[in-house]
């Protein structure tokens, strides 16, 4: 490995944390610091350890130090008409692509194209015995050994330190438009898995205060043959687009005010369920994206009552802003959660990074 | 391929002695739990399993179960923890690399009763399945609702989906569809202690680890399957595929990063070289152009307007990057028969030689032309022949090196041969297996792609999920001392430097 005074310093602070038994609060650009249980420990910022690796467009693979600036890297990707497909969300400027992988947020597109672990390839990382081990490869077909890189997205530091990743990326489509239908939310839960079952250039989708936003994506062909057949309002570009990226950055509208409720006691969840799920029965305001899929619930209902109601359902549900009630997270069932303590363990032995950060105990 | 090693054949044997005790202990229990026809152990009965599409490699197992029930997998599970004999979990058994090769003092756990379709979800897009239902069998009982199930390996008709879960297949179609993780939504199945297991869900995330993504490919060493929930897709209207001809492989491998590079993503993308296009057009009379030096097959689906927007992209592009020949398939008919010979790239090298071992590494799309030009090298050093197919479109390429397996010397020949290619790949940049897996085949090979460390944090997991490591022992992961005695070098990864940058 290429000796590199920024990862010596790394590897330095992580050997004196394991030394005095000190834990360390993994971070980039604190965008998501919100999100998941309580940071412990000291902080161990990433953000130096910067730069794009490599990126050749033609291979569809880019692979970026965990500390680069996200909008750094969607910007050498849109230079050469490239994208991250899967829109992860980035709440405030400043998120890095170590955060992202580590969050595993996905964005509006992620029912379409797939979430941020379908898009990892590889990993390079720094486990609790402060080695550095690299998984993976940059390549898109790869079955040599476990695919520790994708068990990271999503992992929140917990199994260890995302020092660089490969990405595969795809072409920015050739069109977009947006449609906007009136419809109730069961016909517009019902609408949308109908829709999906079709070879349609669906891309996202948005039900709110009955109304739905469909977003097709695709060849030219293809989304204007799909625009006729579906009917609906068309919505210009200068007003949708704005209002995708204020939905993947939650920023919108329904945020907004879910955040104002959140400062009177509400709480903002995320409720995981399968697309076809009819109406939930939560007291509150309601967003829906991903076909059904995803289900934003602000609501004053207890954590209890809120849990009940996803896990009826064959989902979850994460507290993504409110007053502590519980896990952030939804517990797991028995043996799953030894598989997790046992990871973790082998992993990160001495449980320096990020503890309790996914759940208590891990 | 790497042979076994002489000091590991010879502990094996030492383990000999003790083996008829075993198989008499593990048979007494198993029949506790099993129905008499339910469990084999005559050596007569246990041979059809003695090795999957690896043939190279053949073991008997002490016993072949073969249980009817999930309550049964969990009691076999639970005997075989409780006796600490190893278990050896089985679908179709045409896996390339060894991953169900039998255990000789474990058991095989073929899945094969666990063949009933569950429940096909039209509204949903899903389908629950037995996880010993065949690949094909899901997108034909999808069929009627206009759906299928998108990762399509060339073993579709008899591979089994717990048999793709297990090795994280592909296909041809991988490149725009993806390929079993991205498709499989949740697994079911038993601990090595035989604990009922699920992971992943039918929304689309589930709280925790994913465990379901490092699952997806673990051959069988972290938990037994009995049922998977797939997505299923809506099928394509239409497809229609270009059949483009090359002087000159480079051409064709710069023909493949041009689509590419065009914001084009293929329905499928596969390139066949001369030696396999003449032993393909032999057998299926496909009208394969025999002057050319590499073929491209390049597909597009979708509606009927998209297709003949892409199409046209694609005709383009592939002429300016040099095209000798290209046609367009004029109906389903023609466009099959273009991918005949691509299907049976396998069978049409059986008929010109007598054994072929099939590589599968994959490799960055812009050194298609060098590994190309690095095989013909090695048929020169080795004396063998080799005909290449690639999934162009993802990198990953099937050289067939043809052999006579009667002849020792060509076996050994052909296995340096495809250890060279293995290597080659890994120090251009890519990976000993792209979708056969390691099972035992690439074993040595992963010395040379993984340091030490990163062997070990691997069995390390492993052992997170089957302590005793009891399920599908000595696949996958190569010991440490296998590696020391192998004798290769890693060949270091890690954080890749910053080329443009200047250094001190």
Avoid at chain 1, 271 to 282: A, E, R, Y
Avoid at chain 2, 67 to 73: A, L, S
Avoid at chain 2, 74 to 92: D, E, K, T
Avoid at chain 2, 171 to 185: E, F, P, R
Wanted: aromatic share 6%.
């Amino acid at each position: 490995m290429t000796p590199d005074p920024i990862l010596e310093r790394l590897l330095d602070q992580v050997r004196a944390a394991m030394a005095d038994q000190r834990a360390l609060a993994i971070h980039g650009g604190q965008t998501k610091a919100f999100y998941g249980e309580p940071l412990q420990g000291e902080p161990l910022d990433l953000r130096p350890l910067a730069g794009i690796s490599s990126y050749e467009p033609t291979e569809l693979v880019v692979t970026v130090r965990a500390g680069t600036p996200l909008a750094d890297l969607e910007a050498a990707l849109a230079e050469k008409g490239q994208c991250l497909p899967f829109e992860p969300p980035r709440f405030a400027p400043g998120g890095t692509v170590g955060g992202m992988v580590a969050a595993g947020l996905s964005g509006p597109s992620r029912a379409a194209v797939g979430a941020v672990r379908d898009y990892v390839l590889g990993a390079t990382m720094l486990n609790g015995r402060a080695e550095v081990l690299s998984f993976g490869g940059q390549v898109m077909k790869n079955v040599a050994g476990y695919d520790v890189s994708r068990l990271l997205a999503g992992s929140m530091g917990s199994l260890g330190v995302i020092l660089e990743v490969s990405l595969k990326v795809l072409p920015v489509a050739p069109a977009t438009a947006t449609l906007r239908f009136e419809l109730d939310e069961g016909c517009a839960i019902q609408q949308l898995n109908e829709w999906a079952a079709q070879p349609l250039p669906l891309n996202a989708s948005a039900w709110w205060d009955g109304a739905l936003l469909l977003r097709l994506r695709g060849a030219q062909a293809a989304v204007s043959a799909a625009c006729q057949r579906l009917g609906g309002e068309t919505i210009p570009a200068h007003q949708a687009d704005p209002f995708w990226e204020g939905l993947r950055d939650q920023r919108d509208e329904f945020f907004a005010k879910a955040r104002a409720a959140v400062q009177t006691g509400a709480s903002l969840w995320r409720v995981s369920v399968p697309q076809t799920t009819p109406p939930l029965k939560l007291a509150g305001e309601q967003l829906i994206e991903w076909g059904g899929g995803q289900r934003w619930w602000c609501t004053p209902s207890p954590a209890a009552a809120v849990r009940e109601a996803a896990r009826l359902a064959g989902g979850h549900a994460t507290r993504f802003h409110g007053p502590a009630d519980g896990p952030v997270f939804t517990p797991l069932s028995p043996v799953p959660e030894r598989i997790h303590r046992a990871l973790k363990a082998a992993f990160d032995p001495q449980g320096l990074f990020n503890p309790g950060r996914l759940m208590s105990g891990l | 391929m790497n042979a076994p090693l002489p000091a590991q054949a010879l502990a094996e044997a030492a383990d000999a002695p003790d083996r008829p005790r075993r198989q008499a202990e593990v048979v007494a229990a198993l029949s506790q739990v099993l129905p008499a026809h339910a469990l084999l152990w005559h050596r007569e009965d246990t041979t059809p399993y003695e090795c999957d599409g690896l043939t190279a490699y053949r073991e008997q197992p002490l016993a072949v179960a073969l249980p009817e029930t999930e309550d049964q997998v969990a009691a076999v599970l639970r005997a075989c923890h409780r006796l600490q004999v190893p278990v050896v979990a089985r679908g179709a058994g045409t896996g390339l690399s060894g991953g169900a090769l039998p255990h000789r003092l474990g058991v095989t756990l073929s899945l094969a009763k666990f063949n009933r379709i569950v429940r096909i979800d039209p509204h949903a897009r899903t389908a629950v399945v037995q996880s010993g239902v065949r690949n094909l069998a899901i997108s034909e009982a999808a069929a009627p609702f206009g759906l299928y199930y998108a990762p399509d390996p060339s073993s579709q008709i008899a591979c089994t989906i717990g048999g793709n879960v297990a090795e994280n297949s592909g296909g041809v179609h991988c490149l725009k569809y993806g390929l079993t993780v991205h498709n499989v939504l949740k697994v079911r199945g038993y601990t090595v202690e035989g604990e009922p297991l699920e992971l992943g869900s039918e929304a689309l995330d589930a709280p925790g680890l994913d465990l379901l993504a490092v699952f997806i490919g673990s051959e069988g060493l972290l938990g037994v399957v009995t049922e998977v929930t797939v997505r299923l897709v809506p099928k394509p209207q239409l497809a229609r595929c270009i059949m483009a001809s090359f002087d000159d492989i480079r051409k064709a491998g710069d023909a493949v990063a041009n689509v590419i590079a065009a914001g084009i993503i293929p329905a499928g993308l596969e390139m066949m070289d001369k030696p396999m296009t003449a032993a393909v057009e032999d057998f299926v009379h496909a009208g394969y152009d025999l002057d050319a030096e590499a073929i491209l097959l390049c597909e597009s689906d979708g509606t009927p307007e998209e297709v003949a927007e892409e199409i046209a992209r694609m005709m383009d592009v592939l002429v300016a990057s040099g095209a000798t020949r290209v046609e367009v398939s004029k109906d389903e008919a023609q466009r099959l028969k273009f991918w005949s010979g691509r299907k049976n790239a396998f069978p049409a090298s059986g008929r010109i030689s007598p054994d072929y071992m099939c590589m599968d590494s994959t490799i960055p799309r812009k050194r298609l032309a060098d590994i190309l030009i690095a095989i013909a090298q090695m048929e020169k050093k080795y004396g063998l022949r080799c005909a290449n197919v690639f999934h162009a479109g993802d990198g990953n390429l099937h050289p067939l090196i043809l052999f006579d397996a009667n002849d020792p010397d060509q076996l050994h020949r052909c296995e340096l041969f495809g250890a060279d290619i293995l290597e080659t790949s890994v120090a251009l940049g890519g990976t000993v297996t792209g979708e056969h897996g390691v099972g035992v085949e690439k074993l040595s090979s992963m010395c040379v792609q993984f340091a030490p460390e990163e062997l070990e944090q691997m069995r390390a997991l492993k052992r997170a999920f089957d302590p005793a490591e009891g399920l599908n022992p000595g696949k996958l992961v190569p010991t440490l001392n296998r590696c020391a005695e192998y004798g290769k070098m890693h060949v270091r990864k890690g954080l890749l430097p910053f080329p443009e940058l200047e250094r001190f």
